[in-house]
């Protein structure tokens, strides 16, 4: 490629956070570099967007980076709406959003800002990437990242992605020595079994913080939990046309017109 | 079935919205009721969960039906949530969302908050159905839908739905006779064209409205924005394994290990 690709990154966990920090830093080796991201932390968002309240979208400077850099006070999707509408001047040739810190490996994908920005970006026909590591905390220790990051980065720049996928990329959260590489895999079936837990307001009345425990219902081998318990970087083709095409047929047979 | 079936009614415009009211008349005929529905609109919300925030759900009293309801603070899913933990007493058969004010079509089922509970219960193993009027308006006229949702509803009681499906159903906005039938469907593959509607605060600092232009994509008389236009009933399974299967073996041709 002669020019450089445009780049634009974003994430969930809000600009400031140290895993789009990394996450620019390294695509700056890699090409022209715009941030649009959340002003603070949209975890937990899905593919939130804002209908019904004002957005405002700044330039900020938060280190001596060469990149460009908003600040959105919208959600992930918003970000990524608002950056190609307003801020760029062309279409990316690229989106990345994350590092995020924390799985959105199996079921939560459904759940998850990053991944939203991520199929926002593949909605409008840009190649788009969702990183995450799994560990949730905000010291979380990114320096195990970067090969695999700019490896998967740069595949898909040279080979694109077809139409309609989007890539899920999860980071085991260990010593880099101790990855075993990078695997291909399908979103296992998982569940989250929430626990409410319940407590009283200082006035009497019930309220309820969710917390839930993560459960794998695959044993398969091919699927992004058993590649990350593995020590394996998973990446999974996510699609948004969410059509059960193979239930199509047997729904048919229902007696639908009678 | 000897026992009525137990229905969970939930939605994403609030707990007091014309459309979820109708909907709870239509299932009251068909079962028992229990309503866990947001205390406000939450529209487009998509799969958001209340991550950093307290929740409460407190029993309300709307009218004189026999259901019993529950206003809850939080997104739909949460509603979902809550009402399996901790409201009600045993797993439901049923969980019915909506009727939306508005379209859930094609692409608008990734920002849905209406579908984001239905897929909730799915993934508890709750058959589970999304119902939206293609009118956004809160005076949205539901007559026609009463037979559809009745038909739908028995159906799915009757045959199940096979684990990791949803369906989504649209209704276009036209009296009753002159709506042709149900059909099955596919997701169109369409897109949202945003605008920005750019403003100035009375302090001069720019903020943004989000506007947008649905653009559909796909020719196909197999979608359902074929069937809505052409005045039927969509129902589309959805799924919530969004692994595009059919690129695994391509991206297992690219140099990722190398």
Redesign the interface.
């Known amino acids: 490629m002669t020019k450089r690709p445009l780049i634009l990154v974003t994430n969930d966990d809000g600009i400031s956070a140290p895993g789009i920090r990394r996450l620019i830093g390294i695509m700056n080796k890699i090409g022209e570099v715009v941030v649009v991201a959340p002003d603070r932390?949209q975890?937990?968002?899905?593919?939130?967007?804002?209908?019904?309240s004002?957005?405002?979208?700044?330039e900020v400077f938060i280190d001596d980076g060469p990149q460009k850099e908003f600040s959105c006070s919208g959600t992930p999707?918003?970000c990524v709406?608002?950056a190609?509408?307003?801020i760029l001047d062309r279409q990316p040739d690229l989106c990345v959003s994350g590092i995020n810190h924390g799985s959105n490996s199996s079921?939560n994908?459904?759940?998850s800002g990053t991944m939203?920005a991520a199929?926002e970006a593949g909605?409008?026909g840009i190649p788009a990437i969702g990183f995450s590591l799994l560990d949730y905390s905000w010291n979380a220790n990114f320096e195990g990242c970067d090969n695999f990051v700019k490896?998967?980065t740069e595949?898909v720049l040279k080979?694109g992605?077809?139409q309609?996928?989007v890539l899920?990329v999860n980071l085991p959260n260990l010593p880099k020595a101790d990855i075993k590489?990078?695997k291909?895999c399908?979103?296992a079936?998982a569940?989250?079994v929430?626990?409410?837990d319940?407590?009283k307001t200082p006035q009497g009345?019930?309220?309820?913080?969710?917390t839930g425990k993560f459960v794998n219902l695959d044993g398969g081998e091919d699927t992004d939990e058993w590649a990350l318990e593995n020590g394996y970087v998973s990446?999974?083709?996510?699609?948004?046309?969410?059509?059960?095409?193979h239930?199509?047929k047997?729904?048919?047979t229902?007696?639908?017109?009678d």
């Not at 004002?54 to 700044?58: D, G, K, P, Q």
């Not at 009345?205 to 969710?210: A, G, Q, R, T």
């Not at 990446?235 to 095409?245: S, Y």
């Not at 229902?254 to 017109?257: G, I, R, S, T």
Request: net charge negative; aromatic share 12%; proline share 3%.
């Open positions: 932390a975890s937990g968002m899905g593919h939130a967007i804002t209908l019904n004002t957005l405002y979208a700044e999707a918003d709406k608002i190609i509408r307003e079921i994908v459904i759940y939203s199929i909605l409008e490896t998967i595949n080979n992605i077809p309609g996928i899920n590489g990078i291909v399908r979103q079936k569940n989250w929430e626990e409410f319940k407590r009345k019930d309220y309820y913080w969710l990446v999974v083709p996510t699609q948004f046309d969410l059509t059960a095409h239930f199509i047997d729904l048919n229902w007696n639908l017109n």
